[in-house]
């Protein structure tokens, strides 16, 4: 099982390497994000890109994103947030080269693997909402998006009848453990626990993407 699992790794690099190599030669043309569905509003987006070591961890500078994005879901009560996490095949390379992922994981967020980071920062980020902003798990989806990237999760207020099952803004849900949404996935899926940290200081951050 360990070998399989070091070869799906090694294919994925590969994989992601060999599209920055084509994508700097200019032989094929990187994913553009699609136009945003009628009733769907961006608000912010915070990034992961200071800290290697712990690089699905929030931020200090996400807090102000954070607290917009908890007002406006407050302010909608008829309206849901899908958190989009992405991961960055070039930049974010640099922690698998500093030894910070591996083929384990634990909960402190040290050990990452690269195939979970842009799902990682989705669910932590839904942990941060849900624990320090006292917001309704219900109410938050975190999901991914394969064919963008970057090292941010973006947020969006979408309509609270949103058909996440088919992938409603063409992002993949993440499977979390526990479960908060309905219907849930099933049990012998992979699911992702919370890494938390503490809670980020009142002056800290300034919104960033808007």
């Known amino acids: 099982m360990k070998a399989q699992i070091k070869l799906t790794r090694l294919n994925n690099l590969a994989g992601g390497l060999m599209a920055c190599a084509l994508l700097s030669l200019g032989l094929c043309a990187k994913a553009q994000p699609s136009p945003l569905p009628a009733g769907v ?3 912010c987006s915070i990034q992961f890109d200071k800290d290697t070591k712990y690089p699905a961890r929030i931020e200090d500078s996400a807090l102000s994103c954070l607290q917009q994005a908890a007002k406006s879901l407050k302010d909608n009560t008829a309206k849901k947030l899908v958190l989009i996490g992405t991961a ?6 640099r922690a698998v080269e500093n030894g910070h992922m591996r083929e384990t994981e634990d909960a402190t967020g040290a050990d990452v693997r690269f195939e979970d980071l842009a799902a990682y920062r989705a669910v932590n980020t839904k942990g941060y909402l849900v624990h320090w902003l006292h917001l309704d798990p219900t109410r938050i989806l975190p999901t991914t998006n394969e064919w963008i990237d970057g090292q941010y999760v973006t947020f969006y207020l979408v309509p609270g009848d949103a058909d996440f ?5 063409g992002t993949t849900k993440t499977n979390e453990n526990p479960c908060t949404i309905t219907p849930c996935y099933t049990p012998d899926e992979e699911s ?3 890494q938390p940290r503490s809670r980020i200081p009142k002056a800290a951050g300034k919104v960033q993407g808007n």
């Open 41 to 43: 509003e961006k608000v």
């Open 192 to 194: 992702l626990k919370v």
């Open 165 to 169: 099952n088919h992938n409603y803004l």
């Open 88 to 93: 960055d095949i070039v930049k974010d390379i």
